[in-house]
């Protein structure tokens, strides 16, 4: 008999690949148990191959999700140490989560006039920085290594599934939907990007106000973001996204997170509306931190949030400004901020290019 020899994978490596699951005839959700276990695994090899990560070099960075888990995770196995600065956002079972595994938290606790948390975390960021001999950020925002580590979930689509006429997905530090796009139109330049974000987001063009729907969406212009990539974007409420986390959870029995539920409603009506063109759909994260909120009917209905009959498609729109409350579409025809008609003026707030350091 011929023996075996196994092959043994980190947690990390085993984990941060996609599964291609159908969800409709021409419809196939690239489903991740946690998606930034990719760009946080990436950036650290790199980082330590490039001499950048000394003995004592301590990493820090600013999150309030899913970055800071896949970190702590890859900081755990790598014995470094991690400090990490949050708000009051932060879930209490994924603090409890990231301090199990050795991370530093810190909670800034007032947002700053302009930026909100996030800016207020960013300066934050810097004293630490200042203050410590040695210090690598992975900076997700603005850090090429995160939209360049998609490049293997744009093969994996492609070697699965041939043409992608479609890649749909949310937005947040403009890595995930930049950087798998990029590759899938090294194959096919006609395959079109429909990014998904949450009102109130300076993301696509409006103003910067409060959002109930975590996970996507942002204060500040994340320097990896390339607006030119997009030939569409879909606008959704919390209501709406976590309705459609529900109804791919009853439709597909995928237990998912609201970031993928937003992402699911603009995938689903693209699908359909074009039955001759294959779409994907980025899910990014498992539903778990979510069990007591989003797949709870009574908090749901205690904070406003249930919606017993969700829409299903949405209102075309003209300009970022005319996107209400509710879901809505614009066509962006992958041209830059600037170039698009209504967007808010990016007079300050922007990410620089190296972020704080």
């Known amino acids: 008999m011929t023996a075996i020899t196994p092959t043994y994978h980190s947690i990390t490596e085993a984990q941060m690949m996609p599964r291609l699951i159908r969800l409709g005839p021409n419809l196939y959700g690239a489903v991740f148990s946690l998606m930034k276990l990719l760009p946080a695994r990436y950036i650290l090899q790199r980082a330590q191959e490039r001499g950048e990560l000394d003995v004592d070099t301590v990493i820090v960075e600013t999150t309030s999700g899913t970055f800071g888990l896949a970190l702590a995770m890859q900081s755990a196995l790598m014995r470094r140490e991690l400090i990490l600065v949050s708000d009051p956002a932060i879930d209490g079972n994924l603090y409890r989560r990231l301090t199990d595994l050795g991370a530093g938290v810190e909670i800034c606790q007032e947002p700053s006039p302009v930026g909100g948390f996030q800016e207020a975390r960013l300066r934050r960021l810097a004293e630490i920085r200042a203050g410590l001999p040695s210090s690598f950020c992975p900076e997700q925002y603005s850090n090429p290594d995160n939209p360049r580590s998609y490049g293997v979930v744009a093969e994996q689509i492609a070697r699965s599934l041939g043409t992608v006429d479609c890649l749909v997905g949310p937005v947040g530090s403009g890595g995930s939907m930049c950087g798998t796009v990029r590759g899938l139109r090294e194959l096919t330049r006609h395959t079109l990007a429909v990014g998904v974000d949450s009102h109130r987001s300076v993301l696509f063009g409006q103003h910067d106000g409060p959002r109930a729907l975590r996970g996507l969406g942002n204060s500040l212009w994340p320097v990896n973001l390339d607006h ?37 409603l603009a995938a689903r009506w693209w699908a359909e509306r074009n039955p001759d063109g294959l779409c994907v759909v980025m899910l990014p994260d498992e539903g778990y931190r979510y069990q007591t909120t989003v797949y709870n009917d009574a908090w749901l209905a205690e904070n406003g949030h249930l919606l017993p009959d969700p829409p299903t498609e949405p209102v075309l729109v003209d300009s970022p400004a005319d996107a209400g409350d509710i879901w809505t579409r614009m066509a962006w025809g992958r041209r830059t901020y600037e170039e698009v008609r209504g967007t808010v003026p990016r007079t300050g707030g922007a990410l620089p290019d190296r972020v704080l350091s």
């Open 228 to 264: 030119s990539v997009f030939d569409e974007v879909h606008w959704c409420s919390a209501p709406e996204a976590y309705a459609y986390t529900r109804k791919l959870h009853a439709t597909h029995a995928l237990f998912q997170g609201p970031t993928s539920g937003a992402a699911y």
